[in-house]
């Protein structure tokens, strides 16, 4: 099960301040892993989470907490 013992694990969500990337940063968080969320736009928040600005079709790209 891909959602079991993620204590620790370092992962990106791409898309994680969207509706299915929330929920999922979401259950990460709950098994322990640490999440970086990158986005266009931070329309969420979290403090266990960092936060990565930018679009993959650019390389213009921010790192917002």
Do not use: M, P, W
Not at 31 to 46: E, P
């Amino acid at each position: 099960n891909f959602f079991l013992n993620k204590i620790g694990q370092k992962i990106v969500v791409i898309g994680g301040c969207g509706f299915l990337g929330q929920h999922l940063v979401e259950a990460l968080l709950e098994k322990g892993a640490l999440v970086t969320a990158f986005d266009i736009r931070k329309t969420y928040s979290n403090d266990k989470v960092e936060f990565v600005i930018g679009d993959l079709c650019s390389l213009e790209v921010k790192n917002i907490n």
